[in-house]
Structures are given as C-alpha cells and as structure tokens.
C-alpha cells in the first residue's frame, strides 16, 4: 500500500519530520512518502494562510496518481472536501484523525496548539466532527510553527506544562496536539502525563490505511464527485480540465 | 462611500450582473466598482473551485486600497475570513447577507440554488451563521451558473417554479437565492410569488453601506487581526510580505 | 422614507436620546420620529415589564399609518412578532440588530447590559437568533435604566470598564451594548477600546433603512400575515377589529 | 390546597371546561378555581392576541392572593416568566406540563393544535422545554379555538383524524393536545388510539399539585424575584407599585 | 394506588431511607413498597455498578404485578428504558423527576452529587431530558454512596456548603440533589438556602402518582413495547419468557 | 497482538460470522478470537434485552487477560463505557467505528438496520457520537437478527433493497450496516451500489488494531478509570471485587 502524507506549507524540515512519524506507525506493507508543495506559505497560523496553502496540496494530489490514500498534516485541515474531490481516494486530515481517535479513549479532550489565533478555527473543527461537547478547552502556546523544531527540548518542556494545565483546568481525559509540527511528542507525554495524548500525523496515517484496507473511497455518489471540469485563468491555469 | 464589489470568478459578463444590482440598490452617495479575479475558475460549484477562487479574491483585496468595504459575490462565501483578515475592512459574503436579511422577514426561508453537488455547502453555512433553523430546506435547480445569463426568461421560469415549490414543500415564509448569477431577480419574483424573495448582492451592497456607516470595521482583537508575515513560495510568491 | 423608532417604555427623555441617535446615523433622504407609548412601564428591567410594554408599542404601530418601517428600541425585543403582524411593515428590534451586526465583524461579541435579572433575557435572545455560539459573555453593570442618563459621565466610565472586562474575561472580539439608554456611547467606546462596539438604536435604523430600500417587508404568508379579527374585552378592547 | 386554573382568554364557556377537567384530575384535597380575565382578546391565535392576553392574566394573579398555585390555561403559554415573578407561587403553563408529562411515556410526541399559523410558536415552546428532539410533529387541524366546542362530536372525529394521521406520518409513540379547549378529549383518545393522549390542563393541574405537596415555588435568586416597583402610565397604571 | 420504589442497590439501610421520603409525599390513598433487589453491587459509583444494578432492578419489575407504577431511586436512572419496556406501566427515574421538577421553578438549577467520576453521567442526564442548558453546573461532594447515611449531621453540612458554593459559582437559581441518598435533605435546605431545592425521591413519588391518576402508561404504540420473547441463559436464564 | 471481538448475544453461530469478518480484515500479525457470553439473551432487539446483555460482555473481559483490545460486536454497543473501565485496555463498539468510519467518507450516511424497535436507540448513538447530522436516515428491514443468517440470499436481497431505497430518499453518500449479522455483506454491497458501504465489525476490528498500534488506552485520569471495588450479591456475586 502506498501512503502519501502532505505537509500543506513549504517548509521542507517539517515535512521530514512528518515522514519519520508517519514510518513509525504504519504497518510493515506500506510505503509512506511525504510531499511538499510547490507553492504557498512557509507555515500556517492564519486564515490566509490556510486558504493560500489549498493550491500547493491540490497540486500535489492531482500529480500522484500512485497514492492509495492522502493524509493532510496540517490541523486546520485545509482544504479536506475540496481534495476528497480531487483523490477520489481516502484523505484524511489529522485533526479530524486526532480527534475521533480521542474520542474513542475518554469523555473529553483538550486541545494544545500553536498560535492564539487559530483557537477559533480549532473550536469550529470539533464542530464539523461533531465533537464539541468532547472537546473542552483549546489550549495555545503561542510559539510560531516553524519554531517548534528549533529548539525541540524547550517545545517539549512547553507543550508538557500546557498539557498539564489543561487537565487540570478543563478536567478533560485525554490530550489532542494541535499541530502536525508535534508529531513525535505523544508517546513521551502520554508516559508523563498518564493520560492519552494523540497526534493526528501518527491517528492519521493508521485511519488512511485502515479505509485502504477496507476497501473504502470517498463516496461519489454526492457532493465529493470529481469536479466539473472547466477553464482555469491566470497563474491557476494548471487547474483546469 | 466605495465599495468593491468582487466577482469570485474570472467571468466578466457576471461581473457586469452583479455591478448593476449593486449599483440599482446603493445609496446616492456610494460608489460601486466591480471586479474580476484575474486567476481561478470560470465558474464556482464545487468545494475545488471553491478553494481554488481564494488567491483570485484575496488578490483583488490586497490590490485595493480604496475601497471603503467589500462584498464577495460568490453564494459559498468563499474565503470569507481570510478576506476580512487581509482587508482590514468590512467584507461581507453574499450567502452571509441574504440569510440574515431574510431572518429580519419570517420564521423560516428556503434556498433556491444552482448544482445539487452545493446544497451540503449551503446547508454548512445556515449551521455557521446560526440560522440551521431559519433555513428550512435548500433546492437545487441544476441549471449550470453560467447558462443563468444564457437565455434569462427560462431561468426566470425555472427559478419561479422551484421558489413556488420551495414554499408549499417547505413551509416556508420567505425565498433566498442561492447565486449571484440570480440577482436581478428578487423584485419580479417578490411580486409574483407574494413573499419576500432576497438576493445576497441587493442585501449585501446595504450591509456593507451600513457598516461603513457605523464607523464599524473587523475587530483586530483577536484572529481577524492581520495575518502575520511570512515567505511564500511559487507561483503565489506575491501573497507573502 | 419614513422611519419610526419606539421607545417602548414611558420615559419622554430616554425616547429623546434614541431618537438623537437614529437621526446621527440616517440617510438624508430619511425622516426620523421617535414615539413613546401611552401606557406601560417608566422603565423595562423584568419579564413583567416587558410583557406589559407591548400594549404600548402595539399602539403606536396601530396608529402609524405613515411609518416605513419601525425600530423598537429596548434590548429584550419585547412583542417582536407581534408588532412584526400589526404591522405588515419591517419591524426591526434592538437586540436583533445589534447581535446580527456584531457577528458581520468577528468570531464573538460580548454584551454589556444593565440589570442582573435581565442577563437570562439576553441569553435567550442570542438563540433566537442563532447568536449563542458567537455571544461568548453577557455581563451586567446593574445601573438601573433611567440612571443611565442621570451622570452621562459616570454611565461612560462604568460602561468603559465593564466592556474592558468583558472583553478579556471571555476572550471576545466585540462589545455589543445592551440597553437602548446606551445609545450615542459607541463612538468613544470604540476608539478607546479598540474594538468594534455595536449598539442596536444606530444598528436597528440602518436595518429598516436598507429593508425599506430592498423593497421587503415582513412575510404575509404564513405566521406574520395580520392577526384574524376578533373582539377584544375591557381597557384592552381598542385592540380588536 | 387552592388552585386556581387562569383562562387567558375571555370567553366564560371556555373557562366552564377548562374547570370541570381539572377538577377531574385534582385530588379530594384540592379546591380548583377557574378564572376569565377580564381584558383582552377572546381567543388567542395569533402573536398579537397572545401578547395582548398578558395583561388579564397577570391582573388575575395579582388580585388572587388565595392560590396556592397557578395553571395557565393556554398552549402557548403566554406570559409565563412574568406571572411566576408576579405570583411567588408555582405557576404551571399547560404547553409545559403536556410536553413535560408526554415526555415521560415515550420516545416522542406529536402535537395536534388549532391553528396553522401558531405551529411555528409551538416548535419555539418545544425549544425553550428542551423537548424539539421528543417532539416529531405539529399539526394544526385549522379549527378556530371557539369552535371546538361549538360542536363537539366534530371536534372529537377532526382531532381524532389528526391524530391517528399525525402517529402514522411522525413515527411517533404519544399525543399531546396543543389547545385548552380540547380538554376532557384526551381519555377517549387514549382508548381508541392506544397510545397516550396528554392534556396539559389535566397535566398541568397535578403538576400544580406536587409543586404544593413538595413546598417548592419558583426561585426567587434570580430572575423571578418579584419585579422591582416602578411607575405605570395610562390604561396600565394599576400595574405599578 | 400502589407505588413500588426500587432501591437499585443491595443495600437495605438505604431502602428505608428511600421509602420514607416516599412515604412523606404522598398522597392519603398511596400505598409505598419500597424494594431492594437480591442481586447486583452493595452502590452504584461507575458505568460497571450501573449497568451490574439492571438485571436485579428488573426482576424486582417482573415479580411485582401489584405496583401501578414504579420510581428507580438512583440519580443514573439505570435502565430506564428497559424497566419501561417491562412494565407496561409508569416508570419514573429520580433523575429525569428531580431535574423536569425543577425546570419548573427557575432558569437554571445546580446539581450537588457524590462521586467526581459520576459527574459525566450526570451531564449526559441532562442531554437526554433536553434540559442541558438549564443545568449550569454539576458538584461533586465526593462522599461515598454509603457514607451518606453513616453521618448524617456531616453529610447535611457538606451539602449545604456544596450548593451555597454552586448558587454562587454558577449563578442558577436552584438546586438538585444528585443521590437517592440524599432524600430527607430538601426541606431544611430549601429553607436555608432561600432556592428551592429538589430530590428526586420525592419528586419522582409525585410524578408517578399523576401518571397513574392521569390514566397514562408507556405508549406501546413503538419501542417501549414488551419486549420480543426469546431464550436466555445462563444465571439470567430467568429472564427469558 | 491479540485481539478478542465479542458476541453480546449467546448465539454461538453468529460469533463464528463476526470472527470470520475480522479475520479478513485483520493484520498479518493479528490473532483474532471471538467469544460468545455464558449468560444472557440469544439475540439483542429491545432495551431489555441490551442491558441484560451487559454482565455476560463484562464476564467474558474480566476473565481475558491475553487481549490487547476488545471489540463489542453489537450495533447497540451495550455497556460501552462500563466495558472500557472494566478491560483498562481499548474497547471498541461496532456503531461507534462503523459510524466515525463512514464519517470520513461523504457528508452523509443512512444505517440499514434490523428491527423498527432499534430505530430510536441508533438515533440516540448518532448523537453520542456526534454525528446527528451525518446520519440522515435510520431504515429497519424487520428481519429478526437470527433469521439474517438463516437465508443468506434474501438476507442481502433485502439489504440491497433497503439500502437502495434509503440512498434515494435520505439523499445520502453511503451506508452503515446496523446489525453485526449483516457482517461479510459490505463488499458485494459497495460494488453493486457504487457507494461506500461500513459495517462495523470491519471497521472496528481496524480501529482496535490501530489503538494497539498507537499504544493508546482508554484514560484512567477521570470516568473510565477502573470501578470502585465492593460487594455484590446474588447470582451476580462474582462481578465483586
């Protein structure tokens, strides 16, 4: 089975980073290859940079016909319906995946995330999943993406002191990290803290390999048919078909 | 008083549509321009063209610095919050306006719009804008957007004859529609069918009149704030700063 | 055009201040009167207050042939529906027209209003309205409403810190104000807080304004048509037909 | 224990039945009282008359200083937070009582009512009950209020119709009655239907009861303390205090 | 009218306790049984104990033939469903009775209950009976279950300093105990706390008594009908038919 | 790893069908055993019968020591949470997994189930899981579940019947299968409907697998810690501890 993970924005270190998580955890038949796009930002922490990190990803799917499933690993899940469209194979976004693996461990989750102002998209994606009442706080560190990696003791010691806050403060079971940059944390702090913890780049690539082994594909039947073909304009030319 | 009226995709004969209603319902003292992106889709009906008409708006908003306010002529409200972070203006959405126009009229509307692949869209929007109940049922016509212009007495005819079933089927007291390619419609409609029938571009151009009115802008509080800088890559290189 | 605000309580001076305010923010072409009722409470701060206002409103509406469209100017929106049947014209409450605004310029509003007893209200109109996610806060100052505007200055002040407060304790974007004896602080406030601060008087003229240039008025076709005639017993008897 | 069982509307006749069936289901102890006010419209059926039935009722708490409780004996329970603050005694709203009690017999309920255009003010009441999942239908018959005891064999067959159409068409597993005037029904229609009919001027009668039995009356916190005395102008002014 | 109340635990101390309470409500013509079944666990503080008290509450159903309807004296309301399912005649829950009790009295109600890790079950209560909003807020005292009754002057003050702390916390305007083993306690604690305060007990006692007077039983019409026969085995193979 | 799927009913030739649908899909490295109940019902169509088949579930956890997790093989997931206290191991319901399975493949399901008695009980499982809105039809065929297996060919005649039917009328993506009998059908059935088809015995089986893999547990910080011991009694005397 092939599994192709994307990182959404540009930064090659954070790819690489999720690939090694995704290895970690996928079953001995199936090869992972993590993608970078070619456009957009070097990190997403607005809702700019979410909207502007959708071409690069459909880029990427649109050019690999070899992929039995996509896994987004940005926990906005930019773009989900829009590539479920494209692949017309499983995609799973890892905040969707990090959720519902939660939700299968506990009563309730807290979120840890990044930037204070992605708290609000955070709460509406427990929204779409359908687990707002699960989830019952949303957490933000305020360190910036792309310096999670720089300097991965001070990340941990951070990411370990807000995870333990929010147990407290939120009386939640099981901790969700909000951002694929933290792939690699959770089998530490699940030993640390003595509760769950689940990152969505490692639930992620186990729930794409589970729909591959099912057999399962997006349905085509309704709004997640392939697109309509039509003319593109402009630097999005490409798109068109 | 300038607003910017924004066609989010790349035909100008719909442009030219929705300038008109704009301009028929605005104030004496407001000055409407309409634009086309110049990248994207030549028409919006599914989530890909949905995303993929982000970068085309989003650069039409960074290019005008005159504008007192924007609307966003596209009934998906595609890109809403990034527009607003990037504008640092009001921006309203066409489906955004029309659903909470018709909240002022009755109980309950229903949606008549375009491609069936849209109705889960529309439905998604009712739950973000807090009117899931308001909206009591959302029809598609299927009638592709840009055959709406081609012979406009069938489309009449056929808008017509979904609104008048919308209403017994639904049990509804009002009409929104769900295109931009149907503004121009709501007076005769209004009439004929004796409810009131509300169209995003009308209510749109007098929302965004009103606000600026009011002195009232986007709170930069908290995550409408400007996105923060950072490097992009590719062809959307110029979206960096 | 011709708009009529009501002030639905008693109090001649409080009907003055909102009838300043509508004039300050009204189109030129726009005829503003300000009416206050026969009968009922010098002041609204219960549900049996409210309840004993709407005869009062009912009345003016009744006998304002010449009014456009009409504002009822008290945050409790008391006998909304009822006046929106009376009056086969737009009727646009306070409450409605606040929260509807504030939600066009971020994720969520705070309500700073003035009697505990009243903060329930305040809640339950959020629902109707579909506001309840996005009104994170509703906090009472507890200046009863006719002290409101006996030491201006003081009202301000007390105003000024309770929307400070409000704003950090429930991490909100937007003050909405919530007593039609508020009107004309909005203004200040915003400059001084930074963040957009709505107030229904200015908000609800605005919404009648751009109903009434929409050419809409309430649905005649199913619960808003005019109430069925019938008689009508004892001092309340003028209300039948 | 004294009771007393308010008619909201004026017509005597219909205050005669809404008595004899709650002095069926009252217990040996109890004295029941039915009251007409003596203000206010002759049927309720419309936001309007609803409104304009307030004031009677709550003149008739007022000057009974005797119950012990209260029964409002009409579906929309009109008035009902402003009488628990006026009475300090238990209040009881025949909408909350059929819904509350039919909740505990099944699944859910369907409501059969009067007229179609009070169907929407009865989901509202299902809302506000917490109970629009149990409930799975509104019905109205179109039957004006006075009629149904105009002729009763009618009345009986009608609502019957509707009923066993509501049970087939909803899945629903118990009626509720939505009108005071088709108290005394419900026994019958248990019987040929087999599935329970609630009333809720029987319902509300022993609810009435228990909160007496229990020594309960509304909180007086919070927001149904007495209203604080205050100045009432015009045909109102008995009001004040 | 005979009423049977099931103790769902083992523990005959409680039962006592139970049918006094039961015993104090109700009306002259009421004959209490209150039973303990003779098999299950000594207390119920977990999801394991709750579902371990079904097989034994049910039998106590099956054998008593006498009972007009049946109150389950265990704040989870365990088995609720199926006890109705195997009744055919009223069964009511201490939960559902004391919180639809209290709905009646107040906006909002707190719950004061024993264990911590009950505090989520208690919350799912609320959703079930629709009555979410109307609990704000959920204390556990964590006295064990059996502890209740070893001390009765401590347990009477941990709970009242329990809901002092909840009215003020939570703002609400009344109280509901969360333990069967708290009956006996509203009466003072109404008067002392000056809110109404509600246990289940005897709410419950209530509210089967006028269901058996209304004439009402669990429609049969859906899925609380007798349930299909079929072999069981095992040690419940009685509970086959 | 080892994995143990449980038969709640006591029928031991539908343990041999769910062992052989979890074989399929499991592993290379998986051992799958299936376990039947040494007590209770033959087959589960009632809420009596679901929670009478909660102690022989339990029984078969607390004597298996060698499974990394469980899977509960019925579409009620009887016990659920008192299972996941029990086995402090992963527990995993077939609705659960089969409805957040189907979740991520469209916007909506319909669940094709056994008996009418059912429909409410998955109606209430959409809603713990959060996915009231996903699930937009529940259809009972009313073939008893052990007559699924007695005519394999009418059995999936029929299924494929229902399935159809609710496709059109629902307006759905794809399906859930209701019933752990209707395990081995999903294939042929997402073949011939050229929709995604879930059963959960499938599903499920991969999510137990993938929790296992991840090393996550069910938390032990809050509810879902182990029970409290102490004494049962009666033939239920050795669930104690």
């Given amino acids: 089975m092939h599994l192709t993970v994307i990182n959404p924005n540009t930064t090659a270190s954070m790819t690489a980073l999720i690939e090694a998580e995704a290895r970690r955890v996928a079953g001995p038949d ?18 700019y940079d979410e909207a502007l990190a959708v071409p690069g990803l ?20 930019p773009g989900l319906d829009a590539a479920r469209e494209a692949a017309s ?5 890892i905040a969707e995946a990090a959720m519902k693996t939660a939700s299968l461990l506990g009563r309730s989750f807290s979120v ?16 779409t999943y359908g687990l707002e009442r699960q989830c019952v706080g949303v957490h933000a560190c305020d360190i910036p993406v792309l310096e999670l990696e720089a300097d991965q003791d001070r990340t941990y010691a951070v990411i370990l002191a807000f995870a333990k806050n929010a147990l ?21 702090l699940t030993e640390q803290l003595g509760v769950p913890v689940v990152d969505g780049v490692a639930a992620g690539t186990l729930l794409a390999e589970s729909l591959v082994r099912l057999g399962l594909r997006p349905s085509t039947h309704g709004e997640l048919a392939p697109p309509p073909p039509k003319a593109y304009t402009g630097v999005l030319q490409g798109f068109g078909r």
Same sequence: chains 1, 2, 3, 4, 5, 6.
């Fill in 30 to 47: 199936t090869v992972i290859t993590a993608r970078t796009p070619s456009m957009g930002p070097a990190s997403i922490e607005s809702h």
């Fill in 58 to 77: 459909l880029q990427v799917i649109r050019e690999d016909q070899q992929a039995d499933a996509f896994v987004l690993a940005c926990f906005g899940d």
């Fill in 89 to 93: 194979r499983p995609v799973i976004g």
């Fill in 112 to 127: 840890v995330t990044t930037m204070s102002r992605t708290v609000g998209r955070a709460w509406d994606l427990t929204r």
């Fill in 168 to 188: 407290a403060a939120d009386g939640s079971d099981a901790i969700v990290l909000g951002c694929a940059g933290m792939a690699g944390l959770p089998e530490l």
